[in-house]
């Protein structure tokens, strides 16, 4: 996340500030940077109507962002006040002196090691649901809680291709079962591509990890009333697979 003393670098220093106003922000250019600029939806008057100005419900907006809304945020005043690239005084020396310490600050937030919720075009409500309940467990309560629905947002979304396909599946198929089916009968995983005996032995390896994560889902989560759950790093590990699986599959399924 950034300090207060990053925040008060963007705000106060490249931004400005006058007389506790945001340099640059009127109300409607407020109203629509975060869309506009970062492709993010926030309800700025409500932040407005606590914060009472501008600046503070600016500030306020970014300090409750995640890591990677930060950094869409400092490249989105980046993309509105750009900084003058042949810096002729102090002031435009100073501002491209913070834009490229600030550019270092956005790669470091962007540097988190999660991998994004991908974007699905269509499947079950089921599996939007999940995967809605995966990312809020994993912002407000950490990976440990989240696995669970990642793991059921994964499995809903093979399941749900494969019913849409027709495929030919056993009777309430494991995530490892109709994974199985999808590598089996999809053309789209079985046609020849460049570099294909390397490929398709990553995705076979991709089969072992993911009965792994079938394992763990039913002995280390709160799927079930076990005692021992697995730490952070290896439950983000966890979902970070199973987003990216995901989010392949889609790809591929696109193409």
């Known amino acids: 996340m950034m300090t207060e003393r990053e925040i008060n670098k963007l705000v106060e220093d490249y931004i400005g500030t006058h007389e506790g106003y945001l340099n640059s922000f009127s109300y409607s250019i407020h109203d629509d940077f975060y869309l506009r600029y970062c492709d993010l939806d926030v309800d700025v008057s409500a932040y407005r109507a606590r914060a009472g100005t501008t600046r503070r419900a600016f500030i306020q907006i970014l300090r409750e962002a995640k890591s990677r809304e930060q950094a869409k945020i400092i490249r989105g005043v980046f993309?509105?006040?750009?900084?003058?690239?042949?810096?002729?005084?102090?002031?435009a020396n100073n501002r491209l002196a913070l834009h490229k310490e600030l550019l270092n600050v956005a790669a470091r937030l962007e540097s988190d090691g999660q991998v994004d919720t991908p974007t699905i075009a269509a499947t079950s409500e089921v599996v939007f649901e999940a995967l809605k309940d995966a990312e809020v467990l994993l912002q407000t309560r950490g990976p440990e809680n989240a696995v669970d629905r990642a793991h059921t947002a994964l499995h809903g979304y093979l399941k749900n291709l494969c019913l849409d396909r027709g495929?030919?599946?056993?009777i309430d198929p494991s995530l490892t079962a109709v994974?199985?089916?999808?590598?089996?009968?999809f053309p789209e995983f079985s046609?020849?591509?460049?570099?294909?005996s390397e490929a398709k032995r990553l995705f076979g390896s991709i089969a072992s990890a993911l009965?792994?994560?079938?394992?763990?889902r039913n002995r280390a989560t709160l799927a079930h009333?076990?005692?021992l759950l697995l730490n952070a790093p290896e439950a983000m590990l966890y979902i970070n697979l199973s987003r990216a699986v995901l989010g392949y599959i889609e790809a591929k399924m696109k193409t």
């Open 167 to 170: 495929a030919m599946m056993p």
């Open 79 to 91: 993309e509105m006040i750009p900084p003058l690239e042949e810096a002729n005084n102090q002031v």
């Open 191 to 196: 046609s020849v591509i460049p570099h294909d």
């Open 179 to 185: 994974f199985k089916v999808l590598r089996e009968q």
């Open 211 to 216: 009965d792994s994560l079938n394992t763990i």
């Open 225 to 227: 009333p076990n005692e």
